[in-house]
C-alpha cells in the first residue's frame, strides 16, 4: 500500500497530526519523508478526504516549530551533532554533505535558510547547521518562516489545485491528454527546483576540496 492509499484509510485528524509530526521531526535533522506526505495529504484534499488549508497550517507549524528546535538542538550540539547523526544516518549526513551545506550556508547566509526548502539536502540541514553557525536567531527566523509558508503552503496548494484539474480532465479527456498535463507540470517543477539548487550549491569539486572549518558566526 502506498503512502496515499493508506492516508485515505484514517480520519483526518490523524492525517493532520501526522503531516505536523513528520515534517517538525525531519527539520529537526532527522531524515524522514516530509515532502512525500505533505505532497500525498494535498492530494487527498483534492478528492475531498481532508481540508486542504489545514493540511498547509500543520505542514507549515510543522516545518517552523522542527526548523527552530533543530536551531536549538545544533546551537547546543554544536559540530560533534553532525558527527554523531554521520554515524546514524551517513547517507544524509556524510562529510560531503555537511561541507556542501556548510559552503551554501557560508556562501549565501539567510537565503541558504530560505531556499534550502526547496532542495532536499539542505532542508534537513536549515535548522540545526544555523545553530551549529550560530547565526542570530533573528535573523534565522525572518528567512525561516516564509521559507515554511511558501514551501508548505505553496506545495499544498499547487498539488492540491492540480489534484482537481485532473479530476476534472479525467471525465473529459483521454488519459493520454491527463498524462500529457503531469508531465507537462512535472517538467516545470523540475526546472524550478533545479535553478533553485544550482543557485544555492557550490562546485561539488570546490566543496570536496574544501576543509572542514570551525565554527564561525553567521552575521550579516
Known amino acids: 500500500m502506498d503512502v496515499h492509499a493508506w492516508l485515505a484509510t484514517i480520519p483526518p485528524l490523524t492525517v493532520y497530526i501526522l503531516v505536523t509530526s513528520v515534517i517538525l521531526i525531519?527539520?529537526?535533522?532527522?531524515?524522514?519523508?516530509?515532502?512525500?506526505?505533505?505532497?500525498?495529504?494535498?492530494?487527498?484534499?483534492?478528492?475531498?478526504?481532508?481540508?486542504?488549508?489545514?493540511?498547509?497550517?500543520?505542514?507549515?507549524?510543522?516545518?517552523?516549530?522542527?526548523?527552530?528546535?533543530?536551531?536549538?538542538?545544533?546551537?547546543?550540539?554544536?559540530?560533534?551533532?553532525?558527527?554523531?547523526?554521520?554515524?546514524?544516518?551517513?547517507?544524509?549526513?556524510?562529510?560531503?554533505?555537511?561541507?556542501?551545506?556548510?559552503?551554501?550556508?557560508?556562501?549565501?547566509?539567510?537565503?541558504?535558510?530560505?531556499?534550502?526548502r526547496f532542495v532536499a539536502l539542505l532542508r534537513i540541514f536549515a535548522g540545526p547547521l544555523?545553530?551549529?553557525l550560530r547565526m542570530p536567531y533573528p535573523k534565522f527566523l525572518l528567512a525561516d518562516v516564509p521559507g515554511g509558508i511558501l514551501w508548505a503552503g505553496g506545495t499544498t496548494a499547487v498539488v492540491y489545485y492540480l489534484g482537481l484539474v485532473a479530476q476534472s480532465w479525467l471525465h473529459r479527456f483521454s488519459w493520454i491528454g491527463l498524462l500529457l498535463a503531469a508531465l507537462c507540470g512535472l517538467v516545470s517543477f523540475l526546472v524550478i527546483k533545479r535553478r533553485v539548487k544550482k543557485r544555492l550549491h557550490l562546485a561539488p569539486e570546490e566543496a570536496g576540496n574544501r576543509p572542514v572549518a570551525e565554527p564561525v558566526a553567521v552575521s550579516d
Request: with cysteine; net charge positive.
Open 26 to 116: 525531519e527539520m529537526l535533522g532527522i531524515p524522514l519523508p516530509g515532502e512525500i506526505i505533505l505532497v500525498s495529504a494535498a492530494l487527498l484534499a483534492s478528492q475531498g478526504h481532508v481540508d486542504p488549508l489545514w493540511v498547509g497550517i500543520c505542514a507549515t507549524v510543522g516545518a517552523c516549530v522542527g526548523d527552530s528546535l533543530g536551531y536549538l538542538i545544533g546551537r547546543k550540539g554544536g559540530r560533534p551533532l553532525f558527527v554523531r547523526l554521520g554515524r546514524r544516518f551517513p547517507r544524509h549526513f556524510s562529510p560531503g554533505n555537511v561541507i556542501l551545506a556548510e559552503s551554501s550556508f557560508q556562501r549565501w547566509g539567510a537565503w541558504a535558510v530560505f531556499f534550502g
Open 130 to 132: 544555523a545553530g551549529v
